[in-house]
């Protein structure tokens, strides 16, 4: 919100309470200044600064500089803000002081001026920190690098470093504050402003001629092309369960003939043993040689 010369953030009420004195001040100019602040403060600082600001104590003082006889400039400045924290914040029980101040300055006399929108928005988030220039050497986006010709934009809702070609568009962004003007954005962030967020995340028309000749472009392309979607990987699936049905019913078979064609049933006509059977070669040498044993006895 705000920062002292140590980067300490300052407390809400110590904020408010150094506003004021500027508020309070002599000189015209610093007073109307100090309005201002705290106008801006009430947009993007959320409800700390919020109870600070309705207290009872600072609207007391708001409304005494506009009895006080101060010049036009502030006195309609007081009261276009009281009308406007009314409007946008006077139906909350936690803010019954401004309704009631509100209340009092008509039957005063005191005239409130129309109310705009960008009167009423009082709910403002705080805009991202932006990455530093001597940390962005490339794009954020097409990762071209910069140079002097090259040169670095601020997307205004990431906060992140692109080249004009990813950067041109502009929107506006109510949450930081951006209620009636439009400010530079990264494409990507301006189709999620514009509610496009199915989109690609980037096209190859919006991509600059360097980064569509570089490598980087090509390995990013012949990877979404390697990439399957999800179809492709169930039909695959399939396929490969149906083949492996396919496999295991001819394995089966191809067992099943190999059993039946094997199997004999026993005959008759079948070898004896071989334990029994005795070869006719080999009865003749036996008798040969009883034959010799007989005549060398």
Same mark, same amino acid.
């Given at each position: 919100?705000?920062?002292?010369?140590?980067?300490?953030?300052?407390?809400?009420?110590?904020?408010? @309470?150094?506003?004021?004195?500027?508020?309070?001040?002599?000189?015209?100019?610093?007073?109307?200044?100090?309005?201002?602040?705290?106008?801006?403060?009430?947009?993007?600082?959320?409800?700390?600064?919020?109870?600070?600001?309705l207290d009872r104590n600072?609207?007391?003082?708001?409304?005494?500089?506009?009895?006080?006889?101060?010049?036009?400039?502030?006195?309609?400045?007081?009261?276009?803000?009281?009308?406007?924290?009314?409007?946008?914040?006077?139906?909350? !029980?936690?803010?019954?002081?401004?309704?009631?101040?509100?209340?009092?300055?008509?039957?005063?006399?005191?005239?409130?001026?129309?109310?705009?929108?960008?009167?009423?928005?009082?709910?403002?988030?705080?805009? /991202?920190?932006?990455?530093?220039?001597?940390?962005?050497?490339?794009?954020?986006?097409?990762? @071209?690098?910069?140079?002097? @010709?090259?040169?670095?934009?601020?997307?205004?809702?990431?906060?992140?470093?692109?080249?004009?070609?990813?950067?041109?568009?502009?929107?506006?962004?109510?949450?930081?504050?951006?209620?009636?003007?439009?400010?530079?954005?990264c494409d990507y962030c301006h189709r999620k402003l514009?509610?496009?967020?199915?989109?690609?995340?980037?096209?190859?028309?919006?991509?600059?001629?360097?980064?569509?000749?570089?490598?980087?472009?090509?390995?990013?392309?012949? !990877?979404?092309?390697?990439?399957?979607?999800?179809?492709?990987?169930?039909?695959?699936?399939?396929?490969?369960?149906?083949?492996?049905?396919?496999?295991?019913?001819?394995?089966?078979?191809?067992?099943?003939?190999? !059993?039946?064609?094997?199997?004999?049933?026993?005959?008759?006509?079948?070898?004896?043993?071989? !334990?029994?059977? @005795? /070869?006719?070669?080999?009865?003749?040498?036996?008798?040969?040689?009883?034959?010799?044993?007989?005549?060398?006895?």
């Amino acid at each position: 919100m705000l920062k002292r010369k140590d980067k300490d953030t300052v407390r809400p009420k110590d904020a408010v @309470t150094l506003i004021k004195k500027k508020i309070l001040d002599k000189n015209n100019a610093v007073s109307l200044h100090g309005l201002s602040v705290v106008e801006a403060c009430m947009k993007n600082c959320g409800s700390a600064v919020h109870r600070e600001v309705l207290d009872r104590n600072f609207l007391d003082d708001l409304h005494d500089l506009a009895k006080a006889g101060c010049p036009t400039q502030i006195k309609d400045k007081i009261v276009e803000l009281i009308g406007a924290w009314e409007a946008a914040l006077g139906s909350e !029980s936690d803010f019954k002081a401004v309704r009631e101040l509100h209340a009092i300055m008509r039957v005063e006399g005191f005239s409130f001026p129309a109310l705009k929108d960008t009167d009423l928005y009082m709910d403002a988030e705080a805009a /991202p920190d932006w990455v530093e220039d001597n940390e962005a050497k490339k794009c954020h986006m097409c990762r @071209t690098a910069f140079s002097l @010709t090259k040169r670095r934009h601020h997307c205004r809702s990431c906060g992140n470093v692109f080249c004009q070609q990813c950067s041109s568009k502009k929107a506006r962004i109510p949450k930081f504050g951006f209620i009636d003007q439009d400010v530079r954005v990264c494409d990507y962030c301006h189709r999620k402003l514009s509610g496009d967020s199915s989109g690609p995340a980037a096209s190859d028309s919006d991509l600059p001629p360097e980064y569509l000749r570089s490598s980087l472009a090509r390995e990013t392309q012949e !990877s979404s092309q390697s990439q399957p979607n999800e179809d492709e990987l169930k039909q695959q699936e399939e396929e490969e369960l149906q083949m492996a049905m396919a496999l295991s019913l001819s394995e089966e078979e191809s067992k099943g003939a190999r !059993s039946s064609t094997n199997y004999a049933h026993p005959s008759a006509s079948a070898p004896p043993p071989t !334990s029994y059977y @005795t /070869p006719p070669a080999v009865t003749q040498v036996r008798k040969r040689r009883f034959r010799f044993r007989l005549l060398a006895t």
